[in-house]
């Protein structure tokens, strides 16, 4: 079936460094991707989306490349800041396969330090 | 645009104590909803999702349930909570091919 692999967290990084956090996935169809945020005891919040292969999803700075050759989808942003620390989820949906449900990865948390 | 309310925030209840979550709609008409389970330092697990009124879709064997009495309403219930049902629930829903909205959730812990 469909699955989300992320990288593992904690991933700890000075103000203004440069972000990545890999995220690879599996479909059986054309699936569309998404990465969400989660600021601490918040729920959910869509970061950006990409809805099919070489689409790029860019938001607040940060984005992300589908990539079907590789079936990866990882998340950048050039230079982070303090207020960016939250656990971030990469999402996959594949609308006809299994109803459009939104398959999650286990989340990296994101710790930006002064 | 689509909002999604969740309450309460934070709930303690004993061993054995029943619960109802409660999840509302508002800006789209129909939706997909979901009740997510996020226990500590893990990711989200789907609970229960729901097509339309009165269809409701198990994704896991466990001690909770879900109802969907109207269009924009979905709740989580238990008869009677165990120590594991702790975590962070969330509800979340979608109207056709609109990406997934979520609430702030809901912080149970089971005492």
């Known amino acids: 079936g469909n699955s989300v692999t992320q990288m593992e967290g904690p991933v700890t990084l000075s103000e203004e460094a440069f972000l990545t956090i890999n995220c690879t996935y599996t479909?059986?169809?054309?699936?569309?991707l998404f990465w969400y945020v989660q600021y601490p005891g918040e729920g959910l919040q869509l970061l950006l989306k990409?809805?099919?292969?070489?689409d790029k999803g860019s938001n607040k700075g940060f984005e992300a490349t589908y990539r079907k050759e590789t079936t990866s989808f990882h998340l950048e942003k050039g230079s982070v800041q303090v207020s960016d620390s939250a656990v971030y989820f990469c999402?996959?949906?594949?609308?006809?396969?299994?109803?459009?449900?939104?398959?999650f990865g286990q989340g990296t948390e994101l710790s930006v330090k002064p | 645009s689509q909002t999604i309310h969740q309450w309460p925030a934070t709930l303690v209840q004993p061993v054995g104590s029943p619960l109802s979550l409660e999840c509302t709609v508002e800006?789209?008409?129909?939706?997909?909803l979901y009740w997510y389970r996020q226990a500590a330092g893990r990711g989200l697990q789907l609970l229960f999702y729901?097509?339309?009124?009165?269809?409701i879709s198990s994704e896991v064997p466990q001690n909770l349930s879900a109802s969907r009495p109207q269009d924009r309403q979905f709740i989580l219930s238990s008869k009677k909570l165990l120590l594991s049902d702790s975590g962070f629930y969330l509800c979340?829903?979608?109207?056709?091919?609109?990406?997934?909205?979520f609430g702030n959730g809901t912080r149970l812990t089971v005492t």
């Open positions: 999402a996959l949906s594949d609308l006809y396969n299994q109803g459009g449900k939104l398959i």
């Open positions: 479909a059986t169809g054309y699936p569309s």
């Open positions: 990409a809805t099919k292969a070489d």
């Open positions: 800006g789209t008409s129909n939706p997909n």
């Open positions: 729901s097509v339309g009124i009165g269809q």
């Open positions: 979340a829903g979608a109207g056709g091919a609109a990406p997934l909205h």
